[in-house]
């Protein structure tokens, strides 16, 4: 289904199509970021525009405005709730690699319908698998969130089960860094942490803030290399991204695991603010 031309906006237009010789298309040269919206506000708006602006630094790619981004949102009269994505590319550059010596970036912003998901995921947890399909290691692009996800895409064909809610997806040499579309908190007992992405994965908007927020309960937290013992051996484990929030995991691999407490002070902390589209935000 094509975005209606009042939910997307290219280049600071009314617009629904890129030209076929995008980069953005012909190579996933660019980087995106995906937000919930509630009551007609983007969340954490702050931390995904410098997550953007990383990303375009990494790639060497001008990073468009926050004027930009701000005046399409506004032009936008975003829903009560629903999705936001904001992409920039490096443009249209021809045949061949070679990046263009002065790119004129493709910004495109659009609006989206909230995704469709069991209420009692929130409440009783997720069933995850663990994915085939393992993440490269790149030190020059981990922790932005670049256009090309391929290794996502291949991950989440691995299976059809309905309930099966995600996938972990492991480095090459065997670190557990994120799920398919979502990422990790681990309780440990003495502390939460989450994978560390200096080489590989990417490092999560909801992730980070849910992790400051932690601190300021007074947890010790930490970005550490996580195996697939540390989660056997966790008090809990925990998916969590910008438009779900937080789900935990009731079982992996067909195996149950403990649920942790800080589970539900860590959703009270984004109900409280609204800071993402749980059910408890949307249908209070």
Known sequence: MSASRDACRVNGQPADLVGINDRGLRYGDGVFETLAVVNHEPQLWTRH???LETGCRRLGLPAPPRDHWHADVAALSLPRFATLRLTATRGEGGRGYAPPAAPQITTITQSGAMPDRPREWWHSGVAVRFCETRLAVQPALAGIKHLNRLEQVLARGEWTDPVVAEGLMESMDGRVMEATSSNLLIDRGD??????????GVEGIMQGWLLDRAATLGAVVERTPIR??????????????????????????GHPLPRSPWVNRLQDEIVQTGAALMPAVVEP
């Open 49 to 51: 525009l410098e997550r």
């Open 191 to 200: 502390r939460l942490c989450a994978p560390a992405t200096n080489d590989c």
């Open 228 to 253: 697939r013992e540390d989660l056997w051996q966790a008090k809990g484990v925990m998916l969590v991204n910008s438009l779900i929030g937080l789900w935990p995991v009731h079982s992996l691999a």
